[in-house]
T-cell receptor, first 114, second 118 residues
Framework: NAGVTQTPKFQVLKTGQSMTLQCAQD?????MSWYRQDPGMGLRLIHY???????DQGEVPNGYNVSRSTTEDFPLRLLSAAPSQTSVYFC?????????????FGEGSWLTVV | AQTVTQSQPEMSVQEAETVTLSCTYD???????LFWYKQPPSRQMILVIR??????QNATENRFSVNFQKAAKSFSLKISDSQLGDAAMYFC???????????????FGTGTRLQVTL
């Protein structure tokens, strides 16, 4: 029972590099999302998806792209990394509707941009 | 827009004692969920307890209970018989029950760091 799997767990990038954080879930959840957590703050929503082929922006989307080609996968792309994107990133998934009162989080991906 | 406020950046409790963490929120919705998440140093997000706004009864999970005051928009977490393993960051979070589109997102408070001393 894998739940929500994020890779990599740790990554160091140079300014201007691009990379993709992977997120996969095996629970057939419609809803998937990406959050970032910065010191002294709670998690903030970057992008979300309510199903395959459907994505939308959250609270802090600038500098990130997402796609949802399958129900299981929701990768987060950093187009040109900046030091301000140094953060811990969490992927989450749930059902939509009334069943969506349980949100499952991945273990987080620690990203440092130098 | 919904907001969640945790006014206590840090709290301390002695082992075996009781501590209450505060959370207030602001929303125009009438039906929603409230959550407390625990985040230990590993950064894993662990669901502690969940409250449905349409339920008047306060949720309890073993040593953890909430005091949900819907009219006051208050949702505090009480930890009884505190243990060393309870030391962590605690986040209060809100989600509308009609969770489609942007309404699906969790809105988090800034967290309360709980220390447990011997």
């Amino acid at each position: 029972n894998a739940g929500v799997t994020q890779t990599p767990k740790f990554q160091v990038l140079k300014t201007g590099q691009s990379m993709t954080l992977q997120c996969a879930q095996d629970m057939n959840h419609e809803y998937m999302s990406w959050y970032r957590q910065d010191p002294g703050m709670g998690l903030r929503l970057i992008h979300y998806s309510v199903g395959a082929g459907i994505t939308d922006q959250g609270e802090v989307p600038n500098g990130y792209n997402v796609s949802r080609s399958t129900t299981e996968d929701f990768p987060l792309r950093l187009l040109s990394a900046a030091p301000s994107q140094t953060s811990v990133y969490f992927c989450a998934s749930s059902y939509t509707g009334d069943s969506g009162n349980t949100i499952y989080f991945g273990e987080g991906s620690w990203l440092t941009v130098v | 827009a919904q907001t969640v406020t945790q006014s206590q950046p840090e709290m301390s409790v002695q082992e075996a004692e009781t501590v209450t963490l505060s959370c207030t929120y602001d929303t125009s919705e009438s039906d929603y969920y409230l959550f407390w998440y625990k985040q230990p140093p590993s950064r894993q997000m662990i669901l502690v307890i969940r409250q449905e706004a349409y339920k008047q009864q306060n949720a309890t999970e073993n040593r953890f209970s909430v005091n949900f005051q819907k009219a006051a928009k208050s949702f505090s977490l009480k930890i009884s018989d505190s243990q060393l393993g309870d030391a962590a960051m605690y986040f209060c979070a809100y989600r509308p029950r009609l969770n489609t589109g942007t309404a699906s997102k969790l809105t988090f408070g800034t967290g309360t760091r709980l220390q447990v001393t011997l």
